[in-house]
């Protein structure tokens, strides 16, 4: 099977067992663009729960851009401090704020460049507003997607902009937006990192990681029956 013939089947086991729905496991208002990039910034090394626990109150209290432009920083620090790298996060939401308002009359880009040369903004970022807010084919690489395409075989890169080229070529461009969403799903719910449930996974008999198992249990098992057969002969 060539990777092209694998992405395929993978994309086809996918919408079998996750459906072809769409959703955005952050939240945000329908309209508020910022809501769902500044919620994403948030995300770096925290859960998308964790998040969404504080951003129901954060954007109560910074209702618009304006808010989180003349925000005190400090206090914005002790707002979003159980994300984690809670300084730097809020000096890029805030710096990010201004950038918007000053720059682009408060409206979210679209486009790529645009996007990263916002404060704290990389391509996973700017991919996660090009998907859900734009509907531009994306592929988001985060560390669910970057670990378990590769364990499937469908790159041999950790770079996730190098994972996110790869997977680019493989990838049916109709599926990138539901590959990014499904992907996560099976990373959470079944190829959970150190503790896969391998046993219920839908990739197992294509997944190259459990190949590699199989070919070292075989290995293992034919050097336990020489050596049985080599004690016999003694």
Request: with cysteine.
């Amino acid at each position: 099977m060539t990777k092209k013939e694998l992405a395929k089947e993978v994309c086809r086991r996918l919408n079998e067992e996750y459906g072809k729905d769409i959703a955005c496991f952050l939240h945000y208002e329908e309209g508020k663009a910022w809501q769902l990039l500044f919620a994403t910034i948030l995300s770096a090394q925290c859960t998308d729960e964790r998040v969404n626990l504080v951003t129901k109150d954060l954007f109560k209290k910074y209702p618009d851009l304006e808010a989180f432009a003349a925000c005190n920083l400090e206090e914005l620090e002790k707002d979003i401090y159980s994300t984690g790298f809670y300084k730097n996060k809020a000096k890029n939401i805030k710096n990010c704020a201004n950038k918007l308002l000053k720059d682009y009359n408060g409206e979210v880009p679209s486009d790529i460049k645009l996007l990263t040369g916002l404060p704290g903004v990389g391509r996973k970022t700017a991919n996660v507003i090009r998907g859900n807010i734009y509907h531009i084919e994306s592929i988001v690489v985060d560390t669910h997607v970057k670990r378990v395409s590769n364990l499937l075989g469908l790159t041999d890169n950790t770079d996730p902009e190098k994972v996110e080229m790869d997977l680019m070529k493989l990838v049916p461009k109709e599926q990138w937006i539901l590959y990014n969403m499904q992907i996560i799903l099976l990373g959470r719910n079944i190829c959970i990192s150190g503790r896969p449930k391998c046993d219920i996974c839908p990739m197992l008999d294509i997944c190259r990681a459990w190949g590699r198992i199989k070919d070292k249990d075989k290995k293992t098992s034919s050097k336990s029956k020489d050596k049985k057969q080599v004690d016999k002969a003694r």
